[in-house]
């Protein structure tokens, strides 16, 4: 992957609410999209991930999906709890580029 | 599972001294990398080693900066001298599966003075 631009750069919800963070990616043979939670102080932590041939995948509260066509790809959090909290990463890898691209990161807060 | 080990979290030094950085992956992980991370660059890939052998350091800023994995165990980033600029965030993660499924560790939070 060569650059992958992340929105939005905040994101404020009420508790119960559901958050919707998108990424978009260049590179048409990218084939692995993970997403990272960070919370502060902490490393980050893998949440869920998809792959190419996979166009949704769901883990609880959170989901993923992917459109190839478009080339962008969403996390879904529904039923948002002050412990989601935190900054988001979306990043990608294949293609001409096999390293792991980074997004810029959403910082998601949930109100209570 | 301990998850990765980074030491130690917090390091302060002053402008010309060496830092050594550490990090214990998960067992039987056979992939390790080396990221940075600030505010005005997000998180950068330095280094990436596969069954202990250096595959990628194009991210490597310069010769100040080296790295090493003696073993699957255990890996070092070392700069010297640092300057201010290194101050960063410093994480090491691992990786079963090659550049798919990393798991970061906690984190070095170094200061250059």
């Known amino acids: 992957g060569e650059n992958v631009e992340q929105h939005p750069s905040t994101l404020s919800v009420q508790e119960g609410d559901s958050a919707v963070i998108k990424c978009t990616y260049s590179d048409s043979a990218s084939n692995y999209f993970p997403w990272y939670k960070q919370e502060l102080g902490k490393g980050p932590q893998l949440i869920i991930d998809?792959?190419?041939?996979?166009g949704e995948k769901k883990d609880q509260r959170i989901a993923v999906t992917l459109n190839k066509t478009a080339k962008h790809f969403s996390l879904h959090i529904t039923e948002t709890q002050p412990e989601d909290s935190a900054v988001y990463f979306c990043a990608e890898s294949g293609g001409s580029n096999y390293k792991l691209t980074f997004g810029k990161g959403t910082l998601l807060t949930v109100n209570p | 599972d301990a998850g990765v080990i980074q030491s130690p979290r917090h390091e302060v030094t002053e402008m010309g001294q060496e830092v050594t950085l550490r990090c214990k992956p998960i067992s039987g992980h056979n992939s390790l990398f080396w990221y940075r991370q600030t505010m005005m660059r997000g998180l950068e890939l330095l280094i990436y080693?596969?069954?202990?052998?250096?595959?990628?350091d194009s991210g490597m800023p310069e010769d100040r900066f080296s790295a090493k994995m003696p073993n699957a165990s255990f890996s070092t980033l070392k700069i010297q001298p640092s300057e201010p600029r290194d101050s960063a965030v410093y994480f090491c993660?691992?990786?079963?599966?090659?550049?798919?499924?990393?798991?970061f560790g906690p984190g070095t939070r170094l200061l250059v003075l």
């Open positions: 998809i792959r190419s041939n996979v």
């Open positions: 080693f596969n069954n202990n052998v250096p595959i990628d």
């Open positions: 993660a691992s990786s079963p599966l090659g550049w798919e499924t990393q798991y």
